[in-house]
């Protein structure tokens, strides 16, 4: 029988458990982007899942989508994760870096000189927003600004931006690094065939087309950091960010799967749902059809608690279990679920930005334990 708390050979890494703590933006960072002793410390307290994926980390400015989310572009915060890698691998714990690129969810004040973000389409993401400025220069949450097409010199410099941020995840340590290619950011609104509006290469018209921009990314990263540690996070169904129904969505992700797997990516990460996405879970027909075309790792993630992953590994549906809120308010997720301990609630309000609030302050079980 397998089970969630063994060990798991991921590419050339030893994972202690198939736990895996899910990217969680947390609006932290400190001065220039960077990560501070802070965030290590939130990183450290929870090295006990199998695999730790970073909150989602800009490639580059014309990347960020909103205030106080860190980046990897600058030596200062090449540094400042630097310092966090070294916390989770002190501790035993495994790391990779999401590398992040949110396309037409920004904000002009976000962008270098006030330029309207890059997209896949000239519409703007109807009901999103960014964590900006507003009119009196105020961090709010403001509608995302309308993008425009990036140019095709802007995708190469993309691509270029991708390269010198796996350089940098290099420097840091890290054990590896993840594309976000989910959650209606950049990559997502090239892979939807109707928020794709472009016509050319990287346009709408084909399954080769759509896939483009990801791969050649997919490339760059891989050609750093080795492709057994190199990780695509997808969410075919999502309806988070205004991603529309689309009626191509098995084409496109099951052949962006068989390339990943020409191309031996260590993993395929999944969103199943979220409490953010109000899309429907990815179906279970998709997941088969997913398992078939790319037989390395899968992880999935979303809705999940123990019940349900061990029931989805039983049946060889997926490989690794992400879980991204439990995570906040269990420092210690792996020993409570093993031992069937309480879990903790989280507190919403604490979510995005602040200090350590409602951030490194959640004791894990046996420390709360002790004090009552």
Known sequence: MKSLFDPYHLGPITLRN??????????????GEAPRELNAEYYRQRASAGLIVSEATQVSQQGQGYLWTPGIYTPLQTAGWKRVVDAVHDAGGKIFLQMWHVGRISHTTLQRNGQ????????????????????????????????????????KQIVDDFERAALNVKAAGFDGAEIHGANGYIFDQFLNSVVNERSDEYGNQTKESRTRLLLEVFDRVAGVLGANRVGVRVAPYGRFNDMKPDPKVEETFLYLAEELKKRHSVYIHVVRGSQLDPGPVVPDSFLTRLRKAFDQTIILTGGLNKTISEQLLEEDVADLFGFGTLFISNPDLPERLKNNWPLAPAENRTFYGGDAKGYTDYPAYQEEFATR
């Open 18 to 31: 198939r736990i895996v703590m899910a990217p969680l933006t947390r609006s932290r960072s400190g001065k």
């Open 116 to 155: 309207a973000p890059v997209s896949s389409t000239e519409k703007a993401a109807e009901g999103s927003l960014s964590f900006a400025l507003d009119h009196q220069g105020n961090p709010a949450y403001v509608p995302v600004s309308k993008p425009r097409i990036a140019t095709p010199a802007e995708l």
